[in-house]
């Protein structure tokens, strides 16, 4: 039986692929995938492309055995399982950010947009403050500057699309990373070849340069 990987697509795994294949694993279908969704070309491990989202539902149902998906969405999703190894790509940071008129020491209660309601509940709690939260899935840039919303909570890897649209930033909350998780009975049932899998990788990253 294949060891099943969940790979977040898109930016993700375009940053991994590179890091897979100096590990071992056979990703000719991924450079090639078309509209492939599943690829089992290697002969240990079986890897489908999903939405970082969905990647803790799949290892939660125990669809698959590993996954590989941003620290924003384990910590968005109260991750349960275990986040075994920072494979140090697809680094950003989540900052709150807003227009120049906006005043951080304002007395009235803010009001923050974002697509991560969780994280940001959470860092407004730990620097004892109350906000309303209103959760965004499109453009949250969008919140402040026709005056949705005070300021915005979101992820940004250079700081262009908040400069762009004349978005400032005022605080950084955390940073992100690209995180391999693993079932809680995988490591159990696959020890051996997850181990073997989490070495490989460590040395991918020494061979392509990578700091986790």
């Given at each position: 039986m294949a060891i099943k990987i969940a790979l977040t697509k898109g930016r993700v795994e375009e940053q991994v692929v590179p890091l897979l294949e100096a590990s071992g694993i056979d990703c000719s279908g991924i450079r090639n995938k078309g509209r492939r969704l599943i690829f089992d070309e290697d002969p240990v491990y079986e890897t489908i492309l999903v939405k970082g989202p969905d990647v803790l539902t799949y290892l939660n149902n125990g669809s698959v055995h590993l996954g590989i998906v941003g620290s924003d969405i384990l910590e968005e999703q109260n991750n349960t399982q275990y986040a075994m190894l920072d494979l140090g790509v697809g680094r950003c940071r989540f900052v709150l950010a807003s227009t120049s008129q906006f005043d951080p020491q304002q007395v009235r209660r803010k009001i923050i947009a974002t697509k991560y309601p969780n994280i940001t509940?959470?860092?407004?709690?730990?620097?004892?403050?109350?906000?309303?939260?209103?959760?965004?899935?499109?453009?949250?840039e969008l919140a402040p500057l026709i005056g949705l919303a005070d300021a915005i909570v979101d992820i940004t890897e250079t700081g262009t699309t908040l400069r762009e649209n004349n978005l400032h930033v005022y605080a950084e909350?955390?940073?992100?990373?690209?995180?391999?998780?693993?079932?809680?009975?995988?490591?159990?049932?696959?020890?051996?070849?997850i181990r073997t899998l989490i070495s490989n990788l460590k040395n991918a990253q020494t061979k392509l340069g990578v700091n986790a």
């Open positions: 509940k959470r860092y407004f709690q730990s620097i004892g403050e109350d906000v309303e939260i209103i959760r965004i899935e499109g453009s949250v909350l955390q940073p992100v990373s690209t995180k391999l998780v693993v079932n809680r009975l995988a490591v159990k049932q696959y020890q051996t070849e």
